[in-house]
């Protein structure tokens, strides 16, 4: 059975730094494109970071420069490093895993994990 877990999230004041983590487990991580994506109240959800398989990274204009998403697979897990937070940073972060082979689509989620930026 496939599980994402994500954790980190919490109460933090705008300039503050959090670090979310996303674990897996039943399957090999590595092989895997993750995401991270957020949905804030009201909004639709939206990409925040990805990393590939290759270790090649890619960042929503909103959070470049701010966060760094990175990847350690011998623990199976990947990090959301989140400095300089903002207000509209608020929202559940959700981790997500995918691969595509061949026509197949390995797509999985995880249940996501608050952040609040206030103070």
């Known amino acids: 059975q496939v599980q994402l877990v994500e954790s980190g999230g919490g109460l933090v004041q705008p300039g503050g730094s959090l670090r979310l983590s996303c674990a897996a487990s039943?399957?090999?991580?590595?092989?895997?494109?993750v995401t991270w994506y957020r949905q804030a109240p009201g909004k639709q959800r939206e990409l925040v970071a990805e990393i590939t398989s290759g270790g090649s990274t890619d960042y929503a204009y909103s959070v470049k420069g701010r966060f760094t998403i990175s990847r350690d697979n011998a623990e199976n897990t990947v990090y959301l490093e989140m400095k300089s937070l903002k207000r509209e940073d608020t929202a559940v972060y959700y981790c997500?895993?995918?691969?595509?082979?061949?026509?197949?689509?390995?797509?999985?989620w995880g249940q996501g994990t608050h952040v609040t930026v206030s103070s």
């Open positions: 997500n895993a995918k691969r595509q082979v061949q026509r197949t689509l390995f797509d999985y």
């Open positions: 039943g399957i090999i991580f590595s092989i895997y494109t």
